[in-house]
């Protein structure tokens, strides 16, 4: 049985290799003829899953190895009777770390304390879940939206959401994590246009780590350094085309990589894996152990510091996320084709980034609110420590 794979998914070649052949092919190269054959397709959200790619081929199972589906005709598969998978929540601890790892920086850098101010998260999906908790340990106000959830009374956790206006109206911070649809009466494509962002508040911390044209980008360079007061973009309209002039502009400026954590990854590999075994009939038999984190632990001293700047350091010394954004703005070219290129290949060779779990961290004189906060955004907590 032929397999065809995104080469850039950990672990593909040797867990697929239990089924099958295993084919891998950089996931925007994958075409019709490499699929011809093939009875399973496994990918990440850079292949167009559609007629385009299927017509014609043996494929019965497809795979999708992260959360979001807009790359993917669903109409088209089930019609066909193509059993396919997502992988809802692979990467959400992965998008909460990158939000976590760009508020603290942007407090460093400017001076903000984060504690007490107002986070809005729009979308609370298995991502946005992650974010609530993660501004939560940290001792920000939360204002949750999302409709859908809302509009389900058996969801308890919903009903204390809030309308999109009273996020635009009240947050310090606004941070996205909706899918991108484009019909019906939760569309999120341009969700926020020069009506929403003229409401926010002036001075507005905004995040785009969804997806890129659920916002307007031209309405929001108009108010950005004005209304919007700081932009951390990792998702873009057009990509891997981005807009340059966004790039030049934002202060945190990543090639859609929130996501990209080595957990992340793996877990949206193991998830398709596991359901190709069951729709194909095959026990999984390939254990997904990760191995050893480049830094395993990390110790300080809290004596006379505040919670916040020991959380900035340890958050920062796991992830740098300044020097994700700095790889792609020298990357930046006026060549379309070459920016693309360039977009692309830091995503494919991205180094490896560890969660906050992988991290057992020892904090002497820390008090029981700093470990509280600690054990919060995930990392592996030392209690007692002198």
Known sequence: MKIVCDKNMPYAAEAFGTLGEVVLKDGRQIGAEDVRDAEVLVTRSTTKVNSALLDGSAVRFYGSGVIGTDHIDIPYLEARGIVWTGAPGCNAESVANYVTAALLWLGGRHGITLEGKTLGV?????????????????????????????????????????????ILDESDIITCHVPLTRGGPDATFHLLSAAQFSRMRPGVIFINAARGPVIDTDAFLAVLGTRVGHAVIDCWEGEPVYRADLL???????????????????????????????????????????????????????????????????????????????????????????????????????????????????????????????????????????
């Open 122 to 166: 729009i979308g609370v999906g298995h991502v946005g879940r992650r974010v609530c908790a993660h501004a939560r340990a940290m001792g920000l106000r939360v204002l949750a939206n999302d409709p859908p959830r809302q509009r389900n009374a058996a969801d308890s956790e919903a009903q204390a959401f809030v309308t999109l206006e009273r």
């Open 248 to 386: 030049a502009r934002a202060e945190l400026s990543t090639p859609h990589i929130a996501g990209h954590s080595y957990e992340g990854k793996v877990n949206g590999t193991a998830i398709v894996y596991r359901r190709a075994c069951a729709v194909l009939g095959q026990p999984p038999s390939f254990p997904f152990t990760l191995p050893p984190p480049p830094m395993p632990e990390w110790r300080t001293d809290a004596e006379g510091r505040r919670d916040e700047d020991v959380l900035r350091e340890l958050v920062l010394a796991v992830y740098d996320i300044e020097a994700d954004s700095r790889r792609l703005k020298v990357s930046c070219v006026s060549d379309d084709g070459a920016r693309a290129n360039a977009f692309d290949a830091q995503r494919g060779k991205y180094p490896m980034r560890r969660e906050f779990s992988s991290v057992r961290v020892s904090v002497a004189n820390a008090s029981e609110t700093l470990l509280d906060k600690m054990t919060g955004l995930g990392f592996s907590v030392q209690r007692g420590a002198r």
